[in-house]
């Protein structure tokens, strides 16, 4: 479905730019679109740290003028140390940005413009800003819309997942925000006096985040902090969690609807990837996001609402989860819509949802996988690219354990499934993994959903309990959450492996494998009742004009986004990503951003020490009529041996020919559970 581009509103708007000032004397860069009206409005907020003078502009264009040409006063602010805004970059997600959003909460409901009410909404971190400023419960805070956020940093974020390392997503993440936080403030906002002082101040300031996610492998007090699922009785805004099933943050809507009080939260999941889903982005179908965001402002900000339904908006009459159950499809790196149907459920865990058991057959049978299994696992954070999604998981399956069961009829399956496997391991630690696949009559196999487990935290994410070699234990753990239909006449197969490189990072001792025994072993999946809600349904997706931001032509051949080398003599495997943050955008300001990086993968087929990552990025800033010309480039690279792993990273700054940062971090972290 295309969408619709929308010029006319209820409201005319204006927009300016201005500096929110906060009690230890920091000034936050802030964009504030309103309605023109003498009457005062609501105020939403979205807050984070990508720029919004440049990288979120496009996006912001799209969504905050819509807003306010509907009544709302919609505001934009970057986080301290970030974009135009003063003050030190801080580690993610840190307690101080919290307390930050709290200021800005209570500032903006003191305006003579607003009415007192504020929402808060966003999209990945800003998604994670709302439900953390959600929290600390200022009182103008009424009600949030969270998309594509998590309420646990540690197992549900991108730098842990069952207890082990997330290979494939911690050190690109931590080597891309290393080189955003390094990037300067622009003097035409902040002043061709002030710019340069800002940048070296932040800079000097700057340490990989890296050194702390390392730090930090067991679920401890550092990841507690700012996961909401520690206490979700502290949420006392009204909270809308969006998330889609191609989003790594899905699960996180489903303990949201479970443990909020239901008169107060709704959740909502798609086919989506990691994006609003009003943009368009494959997998569709795109919906009318902003016009469902609407009706959520309007009963709960609007004055007299949050009483009831009586705002007439009827979205508190929802059901409390509306998910889209995906029909079966052939596996594809890309769909630009994936076929399916809405279902409601008004509880979860829902009664229509039945946990059904598949006890696995067969003798005992070693599971050695070569280390590069995993290269098709796809991206871990799919936005919508080309390449992002698990191609035909035929290659993957061979290197893992599997077990099927036959489709007699149509099965829906939502919720997370599980598994109950009996191992037996010959050394301390290990990993497992489990993939749940629709095979077809072809034999083609389309990821479903998948799971890991580090042995260590078998008995918890919180502690390491090494196995005691040669010993056979029952080990239970959950997968990601899906919503999926298999067709009689295929095949529901579990495969099993014990490498998934580059998503986990093998364990020292991993090339050895274990052992699983079917004997009581088994995979448990939450089959629903088969009732499509046909009264599930949304308008035509629609945005505010675009910003008119240009992309130039250039004769450069593009890069592969995933490509995969093989070094046979050697038994080498490297795969080298694209994440597509390049190309030259130019702004209607004149700006042009350059933006380029290369994440590689690097592992031996049966040698777990040999795995190696590396990122490598270049950012620059230019303004050819200022003769403005900022340049950041960035290296990072984390590899291992039996007793540490080990971190490189470099950040080299210039302005214009001159080097004004120019600094190497290197560190030696010790294993204790990755």
């Known amino acids: 479905m295309s969408t619709r581009i929308r010029t006319s509103f209820p409201y005319r708007t204006t927009h300016e730019d201005v500096l929110i000032p906060l009690r230890d004397g920091t000034r936050l860069y802030a964009r504030v679109w309103r309605p023109v009206t003498d009457e005062p409005v609501a105020a939403l907020l979205e807050y984070l740290p990508y720029r919004l003078t440049d990288w979120t502009a496009p996006r912001d264009w799209q969504r905050h003028p819509w807003y306010a040409g509907h009544g709302y006063a919609s505001v934009r602010v970057d986080v301290r140390g970030h974009g135009n805004s003063e003050g030190l970059p801080a580690d993610e997600h840190a307690r101080v940005e919290a307390d930050d959003g709290v200021e800005v909460v209570n500032w903006l409901a003191a305006q003579p413009w607003c009415s007192g009410r504020v929402g808060m909404f966003g999209l990945s971190w800003g998604g994670f800003d709302a439900l953390q400023v959600a929290v600390l419960a200022p009182e103008p805070l009424k009600a949030v819309v969270t998309v594509c956020a998590t309420d646990d940093r540690y197992d549900n974020d991108r730098h842990y997942l069952g207890g082990s390392v997330l290979a494939g997503d911690m050190p690109a993440r931590a080597a891309a925000l290393l080189a955003f936080a390094c990037r300067p403030p622009d003097p035409r906002y902040v002043g061709q006096v002030m710019w340069r002082d800002m940048w070296v101040r932040r800079l000097e300031a700057v340490e990989p985040f890296v050194h702390t996610w390392l730090a930090h492998q067991t679920r401890d007090a550092y990841w507690r902090r700012g996961s909401v699922r520690e206490d979700y009785g502290s949420v006392r805004a009204a909270v809308l969690a969006v998330g889609g099933w191609h989003d790594p943050y899905r699960d996180t809507v489903l303990r949201l609807v479970e443990h909020l009080p239901a008169d107060r939260v709704r959740g909502l999941i798609g086919p989506w990837s990691h994006q609003y889903p009003d943009r368009g982005l494959p997998p569709g179908p795109a919906i009318g996001f902003l016009q469902e965001t609407l009706r959520w402002w309007d009963h709960w900000l609007r004055p007299g609402s949050g009483a009831g339904d009586a705002s007439g908006t009827g979205v508190m009459s929802e059901p409390l989860l509306r998910a889209y159950v995906c029909d079966s499809h052939v596996p594809a790196t890309v769909h630009p819509v994936l076929p399916g ?132 234990e029952d080990v239970t753990f959950e997968l990601s959450a899906i919503g999926y239909a298999f067709p009689p006449g295929h095949r529901i197969r579990l495969a099993v492996s014990s490498a998934y490189w580059p998503w986990i990072w093998p364990q020292p001792d991993s090339d050895t494998g274990f052992t699983l025994h079917p004997e009581g072993s088994s995979l448990e999946l939450p089959v629903r009742v088969r009732e499509s809600d046909p009264s599930i349904t949304f308008g035509e997706p629609e945005e505010a004009e675009p910003l008119g931001a240009v992309v130039p032509a250039t004769l450069d051949e593009p890069r592969p986004e995933r490509l995969v080398v093989r070094d046979v003599a050697a038994g080498v495997w490297r795969l080298e990503v694209d994440p597509r943050h390049g190309d030259t955008r130019v702004y209607p300001d004149g700006l042009e951003v350059t933006e380029d990086a290369l994440e590689t993968y690097t592992t031996g087929e049966w040698d777990p020490l040999s795995a190696r990552t590396r990122s490598d990025w270049s950012i620059r800033l230019h303004r050819p009529d200022a003769g403005w010309d900022a340049h950041v480039e960035t290296h990072s690279e984390v590899s291992c041996d039996a007793g540490e792993f080990i971190t490189s990273n470099e950040v080299i700054c210039t302005d214009g020919d001159e080097v004004v940062f120019h600094r190497t971090w290197e560190r030696r972290i010790p294993r204790t559970a990755g």
């Not at 696995?360 to 290269?375: A, D, F, I, N, Q």
């Not at 399956?413 to 391991?425: A, D, E, F, I, K």
Request: with cysteine.
């Open 341 to 472: 149907r809405w279902v409601g459920d008004d509880a979860w865990p829902a009664p229509t949802v039945t946990p059904v058991t598949y006890a696995l057959r067969g003798v005992p049978v070693p599971v050695r996988s070569p280390l590069h299994t995993g290269l098709d696992a796809g991206r871990f954070l799919p936005v919508g690219d080309d390449g992002d999604l698990p191609p035909d998981q035929r290659d993957e399956d061979a290197k893992s354990a599997c077990f099927e069961f036959e489709v007699r009829e149509e099965t829906w399956v939502l919720g997370r499934p599980r598994v109950r496997l009996r191992l037996t391991s010959p050394v301390p630690r290990g990993q497992v993994v489990a993939r749940v696949c629709d095979v077809f009559p072809d034999g083609a196999s389309t990821l479903v959903t998948r799971g890991v487990l580090n042995l260590g935290a078998r008995e918890g994410t919180d502690r390491v309990v090494e196995w005691p070699p040669g010993a056979t």
